[in-house]
């Protein structure tokens, strides 16, 4: 039965959009900030974090502008907090993980597999770079692999544990959802699961309702029905329709600028909230209400805020 709740994640700033890419990308803390609070209030029950260097707009693993971000959000807003783990290309798994064990969030992403992951082909779309780096970063994604080894997983598994972090498996195509029964199989993950569904990246499914379909399915076969709740992402262009398509699936939905910088055809987003507004309006259309921060935790099973170490 479809949900009557939706949990509205939005996604502030990621880092495989580039500064020179939309001028509304938040890269301060403060700006990070300001984003997290505009889209909690649109909305949004989860606020997907990453950094980046205030001085060039590069995503950083820096302790210390997450613990920035991080109670600068708590102030202001009870929303829940989901820490990437994915990071940002060259980034160490020390430096991925590093963040869970210091802070303990209420929840983390955990991406559950190696993959290409790349961005190079805007690189000629591009007509004024802001800093150097970035022309040569977005190239070099071309040779990009996102490292996730069983491993890896594994070891994430095991801190996300230590740290009552629930973790959400992001999944970019139908082998991860293999890979996800496997770690259900040798212990390293318990039921219920909770996924995050990503369509539209280079190197993962393409954006089509059939993807979706495809990987929901899959998960109920591999994972069985009721032993998992999920939510997608469609990267770039297709994000509002496939979060449309979830929401008619009974899905829950991820916006924001970290997936996609436009809230029409060649308009930019002035911010992740003016596209957390949107997704509410079509969920509302549908007679789905967004669920609160403390609904999201509910039906996530989530620790609680008083649990967390920021
Ligand atoms: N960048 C998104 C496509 C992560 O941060 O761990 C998926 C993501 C991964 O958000
Ligand atoms: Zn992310």
Not at 205 to 211: D, F, I, L, Q, Y
Not at 262 to 267: D, L, P, Q, R
Request: glycine content about 10%; aromatic content about 8%.
């Amino acid at each position: 039965m479809t949900q009557q709740k939706v949990i509205v994640t939005a996604a502030l700033t990621g880092s495989a959009h580039f500064p020179s890419m939309s001028p509304y990308l938040p890269i301060t803390p403060k700006q990070i900030i300001e984003e997290g609070i505009r889209s909690a209030q649109a909305g949004a029950s989860i606020l997907h974090i990453h950094v980046r260097n205030p001085d060039n707009g590069m995503p950083t693993p820096d302790i210390d502008i997450f613990r920035e971000v991080l109670t600068g959000l708590k102030e202001a807003t009870d929303a829940v907090i989901c820490i990437s783990t994915g990071g940002g290309m060259g980034m160490s798994t020390e430096q991925r993980a590093a963040p869970v064990m210091t802070f303990k969030p209420e929840m983390a992403s955990l991406n559950f597999g190696s993959m290409n992951f790349s961005v190079f082909h805007v690189a000629e779309k591009i007509r004024e770079w802001k800093y150097p780096w970035e022309k040569l970063g977005m190239l070099a994604s071309e040779d990009f692999i996102f490292p996730n080894t069983f491993r890896t997983l594994r070891e994430f598994l095991s801190i996300f544990t230590a740290n009552e972090t629930r973790p959400e498996l992001e999944v970019y195509d139908l082998g991860m959802v293999n890979n996800i029964a496997f770690m259900l199989g040798r212990g390293h993950l318990k039921l219920p699961v909770h996924i995050q569904f990503v369509t539209g990246t280079l190197g993962g499914v393409p954006s089509t309702v059939n993807s979706l379909v495809t990987l929901v399915n899959a998960t109920r076969e591999a994972v069985g029905q009721g032993n998992f709740t999920w939510s997608a992402i469609g990267a770039g262009r297709q994000q509002m329709h496939i979060c449309s398509v979830a929401l008619a699936m009974g899905g829950n939905v991820r916006v924001g600028l970290e997936d996609n910088l436009f809230i029409s055809k060649g308009v930019f987003a002035k911010s992740s909230a003016e596209l957390v507004g949107k997704i509410i309006r079509i969920s509302k259309e549908l007679g789905l209400e967004p669920a609160n921060p403390d609904e999201a935790r509910k039906i996530l099973g989530l620790k609680g805020l008083a649990k967390v170490n920021y």
